[in-house]
C-alpha cells in the first residue's frame, strides 16, 4: 500500500463532499478528537461532517505526510468558508462569507484500512 496515495484518496473524497467515499475510511467504532467535536463511531462522525457541510463549503489541502499501515500523521491546511451565519460554531462564530483557515496536525491510528482513533489540533490560525 502506498500510505500517501491511500491518504490522499481519503481527502479528495472528502473534499468533494463523497460522505461514502470518505465514511469508508473510518472504523465502525471508531473514536474522533477534533477541534469542534469528539465522537464515537463512524455514524457520529458522518453525522457531524453531514452538519457542517449543510452550513459551510471545508477543504483540507495535505501540506505533509508521514504514514504506515498502522499510523499517519499529516500538516494540512482547512479552509472554511460560511454559507450562511453561524454563531455558536464550535471553534468560533462565523457569518456568510466569512473564510478562515488554519494549519492543523492530525493522527490517524489505523487498523485493516481504516481509521481507528483521530486526533486533530490547530497549529496556527491564518489571518
Do not use: C, H
Amino acid at each position: 500500500m502506498d500510505a500517501r496515495a491511500w491518504f490522499e484518496a481519503y481527502l479528495a473524497a472528502f473534499n468533494r463532499g463523497d460522505f461514502e467515499g470518505f465514511g469508508a475510511y473510518y472504523a465502525d467504532d471508531v473514536q474522533f478528537f477534533g477541534q469542534a467535536a469528539t465522537l464515537t463511531g463512524r455514524a457520529a462522525v458522518l453525522d457531524f461532517y453531514r452538519g457542517v457541510r449543510a452550513r459551510l463549503d471545508e477543504t483540507v489541502d495535505l501540506l505533509s505526510f508521514v504514514g504506515s499501515e498502522t499510523m499517519a500523521a499529516a500538516e494540512i491546511r482547512t479552509t472554511l468558508v460560511a454559507r450562511e451565519d453561524w454563531p455558536d460554531f464550535p471553534t468560533g462564530p462565523l457569518t456568510k462569507g466569512a473564510r478562515r483557515q488554519s494549519i492543523n496536525f492530525a493522527f490517524y491510528d489505523i487498523a485493516d484500512g481504516r481509521f481507528t482513533r483521530i486526533r486533530s489540533a490547530r497549529f496556527r490560525r491564518i489571518e
